[in-house]
């Protein structure tokens, strides 16, 4: 089984659509993040959540917005989408904030692609 | 505040060479430190990972001691493999904060 799986693993839409990435974890951490990699390999946080509460909210648009239903589960939305936000997006999950115990468990990816 | 500066890549090498990668760090106190591999196409992996001063970490090879007195935790392998392609990135653990990320290219 997937420890952390993403879906859509690739998506690619014009610029002005409103989109949306899913991520789910079986691991029973209670942390989730989201991280954007741009096309020069450089990895930033962009979102932490603890226990669906929001922990970490890095300097990104208001136009991303991360919702968690329950602490399995952190979802990535993105409004009025623009050529900048191509990059790949990876979810992760740690037992605990900032991973004092089992550290990070990263998803695959998603390749988002505005055109 | 706390970052990590990795040296920029890309790194080509021969297969059997030996790999050093830099990392240093600002950090208040002795944060965990960790490395991490992407292979192409897929996510992050924790490849080896010191929690105290003067701490080795090691796997598949690699190894990085942490070393407080020159704030680094640099990256070595004695013989490379052409399997050990990949991107590495050095972590800090107080904040997840990644360096930029070193791409490795070793060529039979």
């Known amino acids: 089984d997937t420890a952390v799986s993403q879906t859509p693993k690739y998506l690619v839409t014009q610029m002005g659509n409103d989109k949306s990435i899913k991520c789910e974890q079986n691991?029973?951490?209670?942390?989730m993040y989201w991280y954007k990699q741009d096309s020069k390999k450089f990895l930033k946080i962009m979102f932490s959540y603890n226990n669906k509460e929001l922990i970490i909210n890095e300097t990104v648009p208001n136009r991303f917005s991360p919702k968690s239903p329950d602490k399995a589960h952190l979802n990535l939305h993105i409004n009025s989408l623009e050529l900048g936000d191509s990059a790949v997006y990876f979810c992760a999950s740690s037992q605990d904030l900032f991973g004092t115990g089992s550290l990070y468990t990263f998803g695959s990816g998603t390749r988002l692609t505005v055109v | 505040g706390n970052s990590v500066t990795q040296m920029e890549g890309p790194v080509t090498l021969s297969e059997e060479a030996f790999l050093t990668i830099n990392c240093t760090y600002t950090a208040t106190g002795y944060p965990s430190l960790f490395w991490y591999v992407q292979y192409p196409g897929e996510g992050l992996q924790l490849l080896l990972k010191a929690t105290k001063a003067d701490d080795k970490g090691s796997n598949k090879g690699f190894e990085a001691t942490y070393r407080k007195e020159t704030t680094s935790f640099h990256l070595e392998k004695g013989s490379v493999q052409v399997s050990d392609s990949a991107v590495y990135f050095c972590?800090?653990?107080?904040?997840?904060?990644f360096g930029a990320g070193t791409r490795l290219t070793v060529k039979p």
């Open positions: 972590a800090l653990k107080s904040d997840m904060r």
């Open positions: 691991l029973g951490h209670d942390t």
